[in-house]
């Protein structure tokens, strides 16, 4: 099993100089780190070729994650929204190619948070996101990429909130690259049963995500039940990546979005965090060891 985290951890806005945290990472004893599409469509040959550099001095490997805009909505009414989505993504796919990422994942088949001001019809949101998903398959398959649909709770999505529904989108796609995905944060609001929800998405798991239940370090907290997720991932041959994507600080347009409205650090420092990050990962590898 692969460790990762989601540069964001350390970020206060989307998108960063991710060459340091390449090395951080690397430092900090992860196989992985997460980087964001966001703005990947506008990076430059030499930024990209710094990054490629890095993630090979340091040997760590990288996967993507992203939130849509609303103008970048797969699933939208307006064809001139899905072409425009299309379009965003075929520049991000060269990008991760160039950079030997083969799974992006998070809310792919919408926008993401969703704006809950505007109707909701969930039936018609599917239909059309089944169909836009697929296109985006056909382009991904172009660059040998997986995209993974994640489970969202449903304060900020409303198409996929459980494995079920997640492994039901995947299946009615029916391409090889589009896959489920899981968040553990996700999962604590919206499953019955951990176990039995991973189990569900055997054969269809793409990519993984840890948080405690409040989004802090996976072993901060005492309500997750580790050992019985490692389990069920062993349990299903899981062989993907185990990313773990904190939030803990305040403030900036992550802590807008994610809603951090009281520091989670405990007052850390930058060092401080690069210390719990790695307690962090040292615990996960322990807890995927006695599994
Ligand atoms: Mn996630």
């Given at each position: 099993m692969k460790f990762g985290i989601y540069y964001a951890f350390w970020e206060k806005q989307w998108g960063a100089d991710y060459e340091g945290y390449i090395k951080k990472a690397a430092n900090l004893g992860f196989d992985i780190l997460e980087i964001s599409c966001a703005s990947l469509d506008e990076v430059s040959s030499d930024d990209v070729k710094a990054l490629y550099e890095a993630k090979e001095k340091y040997k760590i490997s990288l996967t993507a994650g992203y939130g849509p805009k609303p103008t970048q909505n797969i699933a939208s009414e307006d064809s001139k929204?899905?072409?425009?989505?299309?379009?965003?993504w075929e520049?991000?796919?060269?990008?991760?190619?160039a950079l030997d990422i083969d799974t992006v994942g998070g809310g792919l088949y919408y926008y993401w948070p969703v704006d809950y001001t505007k109707q909701i019809n969930k039936p018609s949101d599917w239909e059309r996101s089944v169909k836009g998903v697929s296109k985006l398959a056909d382009l991904a398959a172009d660059y040998n990429i997986n995209i993974c649909m994640?489970?969202?709770?449903?304060?900020?999505?409303?198409?996929?909130?459980?494995?079920?529904?997640?492994?039901?989108?995947?299946?009615?796609?029916?391409?090889?690259?589009?896959?489920?995905?899981?968040?553990?944060?996700?999962?604590?609001m919206e499953e019955d049963d951990m176990r039995e929800a991973i189990l569900q998405t055997k054969g269809y798991l793409g990519h993984f995500h840890v948080g405690e239940?409040?989004?802090?370090?996976?072993?901060?907290?005492?309500?997750?039940?580790?050992?019985?997720?490692?389990?069920?991932?062993?349990?299903?041959?899981?062989?993907?990546?185990?990313?773990m994507e904190p939030f803990?600080?305040?403030?900036?347009?992550?802590?807008?979005?994610?809603?951090?409205?009281?520091d989670m650090s405990d007052n850390a420092t930058?060092?401080?965090?690069?210390?719990?990050?790695?307690?962090?990962v040292s615990f996960l590898k322990e807890i995927f060891k006695k599994a």
């Open positions: 929204v899905v072409n425009n989505t299309l379009h965003f520049k991000v796919f060269k990008v991760l190619k994640e489970s969202l709770n449903r304060h900020e999505g409303f198409l996929i909130n459980t494995a079920l529904e997640c492994v039901s989108f995947v299946k009615q796609v029916g391409k090889k690259n589009v896959k489920a995905m899981l968040d553990t944060y996700h999962m604590n239940n409040n989004r802090r370090l996976p072993g901060q907290g005492k309500i997750i039940n580790w050992l019985e997720i490692a389990k069920a991932l062993k349990n299903i041959d899981y062989s993907g990546a185990v990313v803990v600080l305040t403030g900036g347009k992550v802590g807008n979005d994610i809603k951090i409205w009281r930058g060092e401080m965090l690069d210390i719990q990050a790695a307690e962090s």
